[in-house]
């Protein structure tokens, strides 16, 4: 009886895959295809039967998908949620671990399993504030940060998504052209040849590049509105250049009294800033007279207080598949003049001709700022960890005396 039973079962289960196994969704389309069986017992017509059923199971197919993806969502926070309540110490080290046995570069973040990224950074807080800031309350599409460390006995750590994507340099390396002695006499320099190498380079400085804008619109497009965008953002009302929420400014440029490597406190307004910056002169009794004439008309002009990035150098900007995928590296942002994004985005560019063309075409302070970039880059060359002292460069312009 218990072997017929089983070769009833076994026939009965052919006879139901025989009848139905074909109106099994196939979980590979996006339709189910109903066996004529089943349409004939529902006497449809087997088109408008097949058209409505199929109707019928979207609905329920984004509905198992939302729901699918709404419990791994929860699963994923609730965990990670309770991994924040462990102690720092203790999230730092397991960072570390992972860190010490992950592929790096210098200067870089590295990635981790899971899809996440390990900065080590001087200042933490001041970068999650400005990456969760502009998150909030911009599109533009910046890391999320899942964790951070405070720089208290050591190195600070930020906890991030890793975004994939080529930098700024590369996509535009590859849509940038020289004539053909550039690259004659590149290779020259490169491989040792017996060549005036001042006179090379000097002469390689003359040539134009030619740049391919055929397929660059999108990424134009999004680098002009995230600029834009920052610039929009409505400052502190009482006019002080500073951090987020009030907090100190990282800033290479400025070298004084600080408590942390580059850190420039909040300051009142504009004047007192250019005063700080001018304070950090070298080689005063010879450079400041010289710097003070040039920065004549900006000392005295009235500027509004913009949200700038302020190190938009090619390796901070990511691009994947023609758009921009990230601007990462926030740490140097603030509420500053509204010239310094164009001032330091020509500054950390000099000596880069493409970058310097590429910029100018997407104008992304929507004008130029360019006696403001004659007087930062009189800065620049006269203090902070830029600055270059006197007789090093060759008939230096702003080392000659004013009558």
Not at 82 to 91: H, I, K, S
Not at 100 to 113: E, G, H, I, V
Not at 178 to 200: K, M, W
């Amino acid at each position: 009886m218990r072997t017929a039973g089983c070769r009833d079962h076994a026939s009965t289960q052919v006879r139901l895959e025989n009848n139905l196994g074909s109106a099994r969704p196939d979980l590979e389309s996006d339709e189910i295809d109903w066996p004529d069986s089943v349409i004939t017992r529902h006497n449809g017509d087997p088109n408008s039967f097949r058209t409505m059923m199929n109707k019928l199971s979207q609905p329920i197919r984004v509905i198992s998908s939302v729901v699918a993806s709404s419990i791994i969502s929860v699963c994923f926070h609730t965990t990670w949620n309770l991994w924040l309540f462990l102690p720092a110490t203790l999230r730092k080290r397991f960072y570390l671990f992972l860190r010490s046995n992950a592929p790096r570069r210098p200067f870089q973040a590295c990635r981790l399993p899971g899809g996440f990224a390990l900065k080590v950074a001087r200042e933490p807080l001041i970068e999650v504030s400005n990456m969760r800031f502009v998150e909030a309350n911009t599109s533009i599409p910046v890391p999320h940060v899942y964790d951070w460390i405070p720089s208290q006995g050591g190195p600070g750590l930020i906890i991030m998504t890793w975004i994939e994507g080529e930098d700024l340099r590369k996509w535009l390396g590859d849509r940038t052209h020289f004539p053909d002695e550039y690259y004659s006499l590149a290779d020259d320099l490169e491989n040792g040849e017996d060549v005036d190498i001042q006179g090379t380079i000097a002469k390689l400085e003359t040539f134009t590049p030619e740049i391919d804008y055929s397929d660059a619109s999108f990424v134009v497009d999004d680098l002009r509105q995230s600029i834009s965008q920052l610039r929009a953002l409505p400052p502190p009302g009482d006019g002080r250049v500073c951090g987020l929420n009030g907090q100190p400014l990282v800033c290479l440029r400025y070298d004084g009294n600080r408590d942390v490597e580059h850190k420039l406190h909040p300051v009142k307004d504009v004047p007192t800033f250019h005063q700080l910056l001018l304070d950090q002169v070298g080689w005063k009794d010879i450079r400041l007279p010289r710097i003070l004439l040039i920065g004549e008309k900006v000392l005295t002009r009235h500027y509004e207080i913009r949200f700038a990035h302020s190190d938009l150098n090619p390796t901070n900007i990511l691009i994947k598949d023609g758009r921009l995928a990230a601007i990462i590296d926030w740490e140097m942002a603030g509420w500053y003049p509204e010239y310094w994004e164009y001032t330091m985005l020509h500054l950390q560019n000099r000596n880069r001709k493409p970058l310097a063309m590429f910029w100018r075409h997407v104008n992304p302070c929507g004008r130029q700022y360019d006696e403001e970039l004659k007087f930062e880059r009189a800065l620049w060359h006269s203090s902070g960890h830029t600055f270059i002292p006197p007789g090093v460069v060759e008939d230096d312009p702003y080392d000659i005396p004013i009558d």
